[in-house]
């Protein structure tokens, strides 16, 4: 496959992205909330449970592994990067390095891991891997983002995504404006519009081709801590604007994080975009907590509870399917 055929078929006919690539201090504490140890086997029962769901197929066109679970094998000796293909799905690898402080900038961080990219990648695409991802996160506060943050991120994503094609996978670029504060939906508006119209210089400048790579953006919200949060309209019709200043049509698809936001919540944000329309790319999800938090819930750590556990991870996988193709209705939430 090409990546601009990978690009297009993760996206495709609705389908979206399930992003399993929580670190393992990340995966500690989702699994401290649910009182189970993040021990390496209780990672890998918990993302094979995931992966053997029904819902993924049809709904899922890539999941998005941690190192760790990419050389995982299940309890039965398949290898998990296989049981994604087998539903098909198209396997992927987070490949950043996690986030250092700039010097002269509080509160202010870029994320590091281009020292040897290029070997972490080729032996990456020889386990299969066909994508890849890097975050980058923007943090709203006073006097905050700075230009010198903003370019930093924007700058370390570009290198990143040509080192990811150079080595025939799709970049996923992911330039994450946080939801934690109490700024407003236009504060977020504002750091949105200046991370992205960043993002695509630099893409452009390192000769990076747009139609082999997906964005994996935040969506326009108010903070989570502002009194007046925006109602699910605006959040639509605010991230759509601010999409349709900076992306290039040329770009496949649009695969959006979570952030913080409840499950049905995303829903409906990504379900209200796509019946607004008008825009050229695919606009679909990439969600990571609002896929995965009502299957963690009711998996508790027990193997008894594998199969509700799996019901509630397929049907948002549907639900967030019907979203992308703007044919989500909340009655379909009632079970
Ligand atoms: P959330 O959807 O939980 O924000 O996770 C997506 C992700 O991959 C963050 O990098």
């Known amino acids: 496959m090409t990546i601009e055929e990978i690009a297009n078929y993760i996206v495709s006919d609705g389908k979206g992205i399930l992003a399993a690539d929580e670190s393992n201090p990340t995966c500690g504490k989702r699994f401290d909330s649910i009182g189970v140890e993040s021990t390496e086997e209780n990672r890998r029962d918990y993302r094979e449970m995931l992966f053997r769901s029904e819902g993924m197929k049809g709904n899922i066109g890539g999941v998005i592994l941690f190192d760790e679970t990419i050389r995982q094998v299940a309890s039965d000796g398949t290898l998990l990067r296989d049981l994604i293909s087998s539903q098909g799905a198209l396997p992927g690898i987070k490949v950043d390095k996690g986030l250092q402080q700039i010097e002269n900038c509080p509160g202010e961080t870029v994320t590091v891991g281009l020292d040897g990219l290029s070997e972490r990648l080729k032996e990456y695409a020889e386990m299969g891997a066909k994508f890849t991802k890097w975050r980058a996160v923007i943090n709203i506060g006073e006097g905050i983002p700075t230009d010198k943050c903003i370019n930093a991120n924007m700058d370390a994503l570009a290198q990143y995504a ?93 695969a959006f994080l979570s952030g913080g936001q409840s499950d049905v919540l995303a829903t409906a944000h990504l379900d209200a ?8 790319w695919k606009l679909s999800f990439s969600y990571g907590r609002a896929l995965q938090a009502a299957a963690l819930k009711a998996w508790g750590g027990k193997p008894e509870n594998v199969f509700i556990s799996q019901d509630e991870l397929s049907h948002r996988a549907e639900m967030n399917k019907l979203a992308s193709l703007g044919q989500w209705e909340e009655d379909l939430e009632d079970r």
């Open 162 to 254: 040509k080192c990811a094609q150079d080595n025939g996978m799709v970049p996923i670029v992911e330039p994450e404006v946080l939801m934690d504060g109490n700024h407003s939906i236009e504060d977020c508006y504002d750091a949105t519009d200046r991370s992205l119209n960043a993002l695509f210089e630099h893409l452009e400048k390192h000769g990076v081709n747009l139609k082999g790579t997906l964005l994996k953006p935040n969506m326009v919200t108010s903070g989570s801590n502002c009194p007046t949060q925006a109602g699910i309209d605006e959040v639509a019709k605010k991230t759509i604007d601010v999409l349709t200043k900076n992306v290039p049509q040329e770009l496949p698809g649009i």
């Open 273 to 280: 975009m796509n019946k607004i329309g008008g825009f050229s």
